[in-house]
T-cell receptor
Framework: GENVEQHPSTLSVQEGDSAVIKCTYSDSASNYFPWYKQELGKGPQLIIDIRSNVGEKKDQRIAVTLNKTAKHFSLHITETQPEDSAVYFCAARGGGSQGNLIFGKGTKLSVKP | KAGVTQTPRYLIKTRGQQVTLSCSPISGHRSVSWYQQTPGQGLQFLFEYFSETQRNKGNFPGRFSGRQFSNSRSEMNVSTLELGDSALYLC???????????????FGPGTRLLVL
């Protein structure tokens, strides 16, 4: 089955710097890769997603890149702000009939003012 | 459009009891998935329902079960609770579910279950 590895587990940056979180997956048939942000006491909130026919997607300060050959995808946050502090999860969904997401272990991002 | 709602938000039970959690998906969404989140294991898939049918099941014991109603609302049940069942239970909904679906899943706030 699918396995998703996420690094780093914790990341601390200064306000205004960029943050990068990387994930690798094992199932070459996976075709959908969302990123979620989870704040304390809340459910995961989708921040951006990418599908296998796209190599890069950007939404304001957030971008995601996908390398299907290497089976890895990354989240890039530019000009970080204190409100970006949260736990970020990457996930992958296989290309078969099963629709569940397989999640990475999460990255706790701290943005210091 | 209202988001995914889950009730109750918090629950305290004792070992051996059973519990039922409820999830109302976003209006128009027909697929509901359940996940368990714990500090040690992270987010783990429990099961998925689409049009009142369980389509996929994760690696959890039979004490965990669920169902979906004709209005797409879903419930999950855990019988004979164990201490290790303490977790945040999350429900996610998506609009469609086809083979190789790339549909976005939207999560609710979760139900935090504490088993004493």
């Amino acid at each position: 089955g699918e396995n998703v590895e996420q690094h780093p587990s914790t990341l601390s940056v200064q306000e205004g710097d960029s943050a990068v979180i990387k994930c690798t997956y094992s199932d070459s048939a996976s075709n959908y890769f969302p990123w979620y942000k989870q704040e304390l006491g809340k459910g995961p909130q989708l921040i951006i997603d990418i599908r296998s026919n796209v190599g890069e997607k950007k939404d304001q300060r957030i971008a995601v890149t996908l390398n299907k050959t290497a089976k890895h995808f990354s989240l890039h946050i530019t000009e970080t702000q204190p409100e970006d502090s949260a736990v970020y999860f990457c996930a992958a969904r296989g290309g078969g009939s099963q629709g569940n997401l397989i999640f990475g272990k999460g990255t706790k991002l701290s943005v210091k003012p | 459009k209202a988001g995914v709602t889950q009730t109750p938000r918090y629950l305290i039970k004792t070992r051996g009891q059973q519990v039922t959690l409820s999830c109302s998906p976003i209006s128009g969404h027909r697929s509901v998935s359940w996940y368990q989140q714990t500090p040690g294991q992270g987010l783990q898939f429990l099961f998925e329902y689409f049009s009142e049918t369980q389509r996929n099941k994760g690696n959890f014991p039979g004490r965990f079960s669920g169902r979906q109603f004709s209005n797409s609302r879903s419930e999950m049940n855990v019988s004979t609770l164990e201490l290790g069942d303490s977790a945040l239970y999350l429900c996610a909904s998506s609009q469609l579910r086809g083979r190789g679906s790339q549909e976005t899943q939207y999560f609710g706030p979760g139900t935090r279950l504490l088993v004493l």
